[in-house]
C-alpha cells in the first residue's frame, strides 16, 4: 500500500517476470465505489454479497471490485501452467469515483519503479453484452460543477417576497439555458462539441448493424418513453462522442413532504457534463463558467467549483495485439472479439497515455447489461468475469511471446 500525505492510498501489486523480457504490463482497477442510492431489492444489500445464480449482488462488484482479483488470477493462471509473462504491475487506486484527483500524484512517486511500459491493461470498462469481450475504443470525458445561485440573505414568505425577488431556480434554469438547448438535450457550447473520427462513425455503425440498439436496449426506461437519437447507430455515438448534461445532485430544496410556502434563499445543482473523447477538459471548463458567471440575469450571485477530466481514445493496436485479443476472446467466450466506445471515463487512460505515448492499451469490462454501475441492485456477471480473465491471460502470454 503507497500513502503520501493529504492523498488517498494506492495499491501496488508487482510479478517479477517468467519470461526473457524487459517490458512491464500494467493492470488496472480501483477500489473506491459510489455510495448506495435508494433501497435495494427484496434480499439484495450493498454492503453484503448475495450470489444468485452466475450474478453476485453488492455495491462495487462490477465497479471495480472485481478487477484486483481479475488481474492476479490472470497472472496465476500462466504461472500455474508453466505459460511465461513478462513483469506485471498491478496498480490500484482509491480515488476513481471522485475524478481521480490523486493519480497523477501517486505516478510521479512510481515513476522508475513502474518500468519500461509497454502494455495496459484496464479492467474498469464496459460490455454491451456478456457472451464476448469487449475492447473499449474510447472514453468520453467529464466536467463536474457544483453552480449555487444565490437572491437572498435568508428565506421569505412567498406571499411577501415572490413577485419581487427573482427565484433562485428560475435564474439557474436561464443559466443552464446557455449551456444546453432544453428542448432537445443538445450542447451549444462551441468549446464542447465533438470531432468524430469517421473511423467511429463507421464502427458504430458495424455495431448497430451487428448487434442492434446496444446503447439503448440496456436502458430500464419506463414504458412508451422515446429513446434520444434517430436510430441505434446514432445513440451508439450520443453516448460515447456527444457531450451531454445531467443534473445529478441538489442542495437548498425541501424535502416536498416538508416544504412550505417560502421563497429559498438559494439553488445548488451539481451537474455532470460528457465531455467527447478528444475534447480540452480545461476549454470546457472555462467554457461552462463563462456560460455561468457571466451577465447573470437580475445581477444574482453565482459561485462555481469544477473538477474535469480528460477522455480517451484508444492508439492503434498493434498486429499481434489485436489477433491475442480475437484469439482471446474466442477461447475464453466462444465468440469474436467486438470494439465499441463507451460513454463513462477513467482519467487514468488519459494520464499513462501521456506519460507512455507508445504504450499499447486494452480496456475492457463487465459493465454490461443490468450490471446497475452507480446504481441500485449492482451486479457482477460471473461467468463473464472469469471469462473476460481467462482472456486477458492469454494477451499477457501473448506479450511475453513478442520479447522472444
Not at 416544504?259 to 461552462?288: F, W, Y
Not at 468475469?385 to 486477458?392: E, K, S
Amino acid at each position: 500500500v503507497r500513502q503520501l500525505p493529504g492523498r488517498t492510498p494506492v495499491l501496488v501489486v508487482t510479478i517479477e517476470a517468467t519470461a526473457p523480457t524487459t517490458g512491464t504490463v500494467l493492470l488496472y482497477g480501483h477500489l473506491d465505489k459510489q455510495p448506495p442510492l435508494g433501497d435495494w431489492s427484496d434480499g439484495l444489500d450493498p454492503y453484503r454479497p448475495v450470489r444468485k445464480g452466475n450474478r453476485l449482488f453488492a455495491r462495487g462488484v462490477a465497479d471495480d471490485g472485481y478487477a484486483m482479483f481479475s488481474a492476479l488470477l490472470a497472472i496465476e493462471e500462466l504461472e500455474r501452467n508453466g505459460v511465461p509473462h513478462a513483469r506485471c504491475v498491478v496498480l490500484i487506486e482509491a480515488s476513481e469515483e471522485s475524478g481521480s484527483p490523486d493519480l497523477e500524484a501517486h505516478l510521479d512517486v512510481l515513476g522508475q519503479e513502474l518500468g519500461n511500459v509497454e502494455l495496459m491493461v484496464c479492467l474498469d470498462s464496459g460490455a454491451h453484452s456478456y457472451d464476448r469481450l469487449w475492447v473499449t475504443t474510447s472514453l468520453r470525458g467529464v466536467l463536474n460543477v457544483d453552480v449555487t445561485v444565490d437572491v437572498l440573505e435568508r428565506g421569505q414568505h412567498s406571499g411577501s417576497a415572490s413577485g419581487v425577488v427573482p427565484s433562485s431556480m428560475r435564474i439557474m434554469r436561464q443559466l443552464l439555458d446557455r449551456i444546453e438547448d432544453s428542448a432537445t438535450g443538445e450542447i451549444l457550447l462551441s468549446e464542447l462539441q465533438p470531432q468524430i473520427p469517421m473511423s467511429h462513425v463507421t464502427a458504430a455503425s458495424q455495431v448497430a448493424d451487428a448487434f442492434g440498439d446496444v446503447a439503448g436496449q440496456e436502458q430500464p426506461v419506463v414504458s412508451g418513453l422515446e429513446l434520444m437519437g434517430a436510430d441505434a447507430a446514432e445513440r451508439i455515438l450520443r453516448r460515447s462522442w456527444y457531450p451531454t448534461l445531467s443534473i445529478v445532485g441538489a442542495q437548498g430544496l425541501p424535502d416536498s413532504s416538508i416544504a412550505g410556502n417560502v421563497l429559498r434563499p438559494s439553488t445548488t445543482l451539481t451537474l455532470s457534463l460528457r465531455l467527447p473523447p478528444s475534447c480540452d477538459p480545461v476549454a470546457a471548463e472555462t467554457a461552462v463558467v463563462r456560460a455561468l458567471t457571466t451577465n447573470v440575469p437580475s445581477n444574482a450571485r453565482v459561485s462555481v467549483n469544477a473538477v474535469t477530466a480528460s477522455g480517451w481514445v484508444t492508439p492503434e493496436l498493434a498486429p499481434w495485439l489485436r489477433a491475442a485479443l480475437e484469439e482471446g476472446s474466442t477461447q475464453a467466450f466462444g465468440n469474436e472479439v467486438a470494439y465499441a466506445g463507451e460513454g463513462g471515463s477513467i482519467p487514468f487512460l488519459a494520464a499513462l497515455g501521456q506519460r507512455f505515448p507508445a504504450v499499447q492499451f486494452v480496456a475492457t469490462g463487465v459493465l454490461g447489461p443490468d450490471s446497475n454501475a452507480h446504481g441500485i441492485d449492482e451486479m457482477l456477471d460471473l461467468d463473464c468475469a472469469v471469462a473476460v480473465t481467462n482472456a486477458i491471460s492469454h494477451v499477457l502470454s501473448a506479450h511475453a511471446a513478442q520479447g522472444k
